[in-house]
């Protein structure tokens, strides 16, 4: 069956660390795959976007990999803040036609 | 500009009722897709539309429906209202321009609480 999982229990780090977020996937063949950001109450936020034919991709703090061989993506923030604590999502379309699958999500918890 | 906007905010409703959530895409965004966000489920997606035409559609049952404007505006209705249907609905708008993935820009929600 098809299958987006990421981490279920919540990550906790400490400030100025380096989070790291695992997206693994079963079954799809995406050519995009994207990553969100959800606070408590509010919908998602895009952060990032990275296609097949792209390895890395970088965006201020934020660094996304992405390995079709392994079929897992991982998402990266250096330099944590307490402000980054939130709910992490991947999300890949299998249709091309804005279908979103997501994954369960990863909550990310950075104290000071 | 203004995001997409999602009215109303909070409903409470009766079991068996019906209720119709409203979407207002960002301007120039033809694209509208509607998901549903529970804790044990996550974010499931209903359907999407572009330029008034259902192009996807999730695994939901018929009493999920919805429709979109030409004005790029959306609807969605649920009928026959179940205690399960209690869930964060939210509606995202993108260019949707043909096989182009794109970002999704969501809005905050309608939380419908079915009693």
């Known amino acids: 069956s098809q299958k987006i999982e990421q981490n279920s229990e919540a990550l906790n780090i400490q400030e100025g660390k380096t989070a790291t977020l695992t997206c693994n996937y079963t079954?799809?063949?995406?050519?995009?795959l994207q990553w969100y950001r959800q606070d408590p109450g509010r919908g998602p936020v895009f952060l990032l976007l990275?296609?097949?034919?792209?390895k890395e991709k970088r965006k201020e703090r934020l660094k996304v990999t992405f390995d079709t061989t392994l079929k897992q993506s991982l998402f990266h923030i250096t330099a944590s803040q307490p402000a980054d604590s939130a709910t992490y999502l991947c999300a890949l379309d299998p249709t091309g036609f804005q279908k979103l699958v997501f994954g369960t999500g990863t909550r990310l918890l950075v104290s000071p | 500009k203004a995001g997409v906007t999602q009215t109303p905010r909070y409903l409470i409703k009766t079991r068996g009722q019906q209720v119709t959530l409203s979407c207002s895409p960002i301007?120039?965004?033809?694209?509208v897709s509607w998901y549903q966000q529970t804790p044990g489920q996550g974010l499931q997606f209903l359907f999407e539309y572009f330029s008034e035409t259902q192009r996807n559609k999730g695994n939901f049952p018929g009493r999920f429906s919805g429709r979109q404007f030409s004005n790029s505006r959306s609807e969605m209705n649920v009928s026959t209202l179940e205690l399960g249907d209690s869930a964060l609905y939210l509606c995202a708008s993108s260019t949707g321009q043909g096989m182009v993935n794109t970002e999704a820009f969501f809005g905050q929600g309608t939380r419908l609480t079915v009693v």
């Open positions: 301007s120039g965004h033809r694209s």
């Open positions: 079954n799809y063949s995406p050519a995009y």
């Open positions: 990275i296609r097949e034919n792209e």
